[in-house]
């Protein structure tokens, strides 16, 4: 019978039914392109398919038996169910009085929801007949079909796997271990009943040894009577389980400890995309190609402009070395790099054992502080101060301190090299949303090479340039345009404090811009008045250095502590709802996005941040440029902004599901349900392209 988007009917495996016996019936739906129906567990939205039963008096009729789901993205949610065409099977018991020759007629009234953008509820009187007889034969038509479904239905997990499932807070370990020489690829966990496992909330993996750890996040409205772990595990390769190849698994584990709600998550479209197993149409990075990427990425982040100026200097020091030093040269590059890979590594151990505490982190998530802005814009103010020639490190320490510090060059280097991962935080190189996305998502191991292959590529560069010294051929010999050079140099520090600054502001109000700007004044004051005392000038030089330094800390104490935050959060949002509205942008929410996908209205989401450089310039050089406006306006595009300024553990774990740990991330859902990732540097171009196709 064909429906509005589907074609249904029962169908048989066998020919004639045999008393005594059981044959199998299925429920064949045939379902329109482009749309889907629902599992036992239909995940966040939809209902699952029904079977009520009229047979002859002694026939019975089994419960359905379902086959292995695909995870449906739907907006923001992730849905289970099915896709083309699905048998469910039913199981049917003959009595054994049945009399061979005559007719069984059973007859089911199926009713199943069928969904695209839209939901239509959907049903039928469905009726089979068969001849009761002696024997049965194979169906001709059905019987191949039933038995690939039969072969692909999820079989029992191997005891030898020793599956066990440990619950802690929101979160619960699901580990096995197939072995070693029985790799399943990438896996993912359906729950057979709702309220135990968030749907839309990633999953994630860790290996070892041939053991697997799957952590599951609890559902966050979390059903009553969680005691086990029931459902499938699908996977990307199938496995020779007693000598009959599978790719889902049941699985029925008692449940250790007691499970806490997890958060209500707030997720993108995109979702799972491997998880159309046992499909195992999608594709991801893998490591190779990870490790590439964020080589690739370190590379280019040295040109990003949060990282130039550091480099810059170093790149000066460089070239004042004496031809004959070349061995201090190659030692202060090396220190150098040491410190930049050293400090990605440490930055990489801090998230993924946080991550592994529940945080919801990812690329930047120190830029999310007031207090780490803050410490920054102190620090680029000194160093900008000091380049000018106000004041020299020297001077603010001990004499001897001092001798130290200048005849210990390496360890000078090595916290340059540091400080320039700090300050490379806010900034987005192409490749590196992938590499760190599929970094966080994978093993401990798989993070830290992926962000060890980061730091390699941005110490890279600096590595190069003072083991092949020839570029210093082209300069000046050491003279005065040194020092000229010093002092420009100053200026893009100077930028970079007027930018942090704007982004303590819209972190924290308005109040934290005057606030920040008295705290440098006093710095500048105190460094200029210890400068005055240490060139020969009178004691009280000293006391009011003192005083000048102390009067900073205290107006800044407030920044530092996160005191005045709270206060600020109301009436900073206020602002930027209403500055998004003024500029044709709306805050982003997952509702939101729901809404506008079931209108059929194309929409663009941009994940920034105010600290991530990137994805201002884009703003400014391509979502602000005329053409892409109106290209947005001839299609409709509503224009929604997920702002990570400060931190929001919704749009965390929405970007976790697009693959990214970091901002800036660009998503154009199309009026046909297309969801596309576009680079996270934007040009004109592409993207006009890419919204008049949506």
């Known amino acids: ?68 789901p695909r995870a449906l993205p739907a907006g923001p949610l992730v849905n289970y169910g099915y896709e083309g065409q699905v048998l469910h099977l039913v199981p049917i018991t003959v009595p054994s009085d049945a009399a061979a020759g005559t007719e069984a007629q059973m007859t089911a009234r199926a009713d199943w929801l069928v969904c695209k953008e839209t939901c239509i509820p959907e049903g039928a009187d469905l009726t089979l007949t068969l001849p009761v007889a002696t024997r049965a034969d194979n169906d001709p038509r059905w019987h191949e079909a039933i038995s690939r479904t039969r072969d692909e239905l999820p079989a029992p997990m191997p005891a030898a796997w020793n599956a066990r499932a440990v619950a802690a807070g929101p979160f619960i370990t699901l580990q096995f271990t197939p072995g070693a020489a029985a790799e399943p690829g990438r896996v993912y966990f359906f729950a057979e009943r709702e309220g135990r496992i968030e749907p839309s909330a990633p999953q994630q993996v860790t290996r070892s040894d041939g053991r ?91 040109l990003m402009p949060c990282v130039l100026p550091v480099l810059s200097i170093k790149a000066l020091a460089l070239a004042a070395y004496g031809s004959k030093d070349r061995a201090g040269m190659r030692r202060e590059a090396l220190a150098f790099g040491a410190g930049v890979l050293i400090t990605f590594v440490a930055l990489a151990v801090v998230i993924v054992g946080l991550r592994a505490a529940g945080e919801q982190l990812g690329w930047g998530f ?70 760190l996305g599929y970094a966080l998502g994978e093993s401990r191991l798989t993070t830290l090479g992926v962000f060890a292959a980061l730091g390699l590529g941005m110490a890279l560069p600096y590595v190069a340039l003072a ?57 500048a004051f105190a460094l200029w008045a210890w400068h005055a005392w240490r060139g020969g000038g009178q004691g009280i030089w000293a006391t009011m250095a003192a005083i000048g330094m102390i009067f900073g800390a205290v107006i800044a104490w407030p920044l530092l502590s996160g005191s005045d935050r709270a206060a600020a959060t109301a009436s900073d ?28 209205r194309p929409v663009f989401v941009d994940f920034t941040a105010a600290w991530c450089i990137t994805c201002q310039v884009n703003k400014r050089l ?46 154009l859902y199309g009026k046909a349900g297309s969801v596309t990732l576009l680079p996270e540097v934007l040009q004109r171009a592409p993207l006009i392209d890419a919204i008049a196709a949506s």
């Open 467 to 523: 083991w092949f010294p020839g570029w210093r051929r082209i300069l000046p010999r050491p003279g005065a345009w040194m020092v000229r050079l010093r002092q420009l140099l100053a200026f893009p520090l100077y930028a970079t404090v007027a930018w942090l600054v704007w982004v303590l502001g819209a972190q924290v109000g308005n109040d934290a811009v005057i606030r920040i700007g008295g705290v440098l004044v006093a710095i």
């Open 1 to 68: 019978m064909k429906t509005g988007h589907v074609t249904a009917e029962l169908v048989a495996d066998q020919t004639a039914l045999v008393a005594g016996a059981t044959t199998t019936v299925a429920l064949r739906l045939d379902i329109e392109q482009g749309w889907h129906t629902y599992w036992r567990n239909p995940g966040e939205s939809g209902l699952p398919t029904t079977l009520a039963w009229r047979l002859p008096a002694g026939y019975a009729a089994g419960d359905i038996v379902w086959p292995a």
């Open 573 to 600: 949002a206020a602002t930027r709802v209403s500055s998004a509205a003024a500029d044709a942008w709306e805050p982003y929410s997952a509702s939101r996005v729901t809404e506008l996908v079931a209108e059929g």
């Open 366 to 435: 120190q830029l999310q502080s007031p207090a780490v802005v803050t410490a920054l814009t102190v620090l680029f103010f000194v160093m900008a101060l000091n380049l000018s020639g106000v004041f020299e490190f020297g001077a603010l320490l001990p004499s001897s301190l001092a001798s130290w510090s200048h005849a210990n060059r390496t360890a000078n280097a090595f916290a340059s090299g540091a400080l320039a991962v700090a300050i490379a935080s806010p900034c987005t190189a192409p490749f590196m949303g992938a590499a």
């Open 622 to 667: 391509v979502l602000t440029d005329a053409r892409v406006r109106d290209a947005f306006a001839k299609r409709g595009v509503a224009l929604l902004r997920a702002d990570w300024t400060r931190r929001d553990p919704a749009i965390t774990r929405a970007l976790a599901t697009l693959g990214r740990s970091g901002v800036p991330v660009y998503v």
């Open 212 to 302: 697997i750890e799957l952590k599951l996040p609890v559902a966050h409205d979390l059903a009553e009577g969680f005691t086990r772990i029931q459902g499938v595990l699908a996977a990307e390769r199938e496995l020779d389980i007693g000598g009959t190849r599978h790719r889902a698994f049941a699985i029925d584990v008692a449940l250790q400890g007691t499970p806490a709600p997890g958060p209500k998550p707030v997720q993108s479209a995109s979702s799972v995309d491997f998880a159309s197993l046992p499909e195992a149409g999608a594709t991801a990075l893998s490591l190779p190609v990870a490790l590439a990427f964020a080589f690739a990425g370190g590379l280019l982040l040295n």
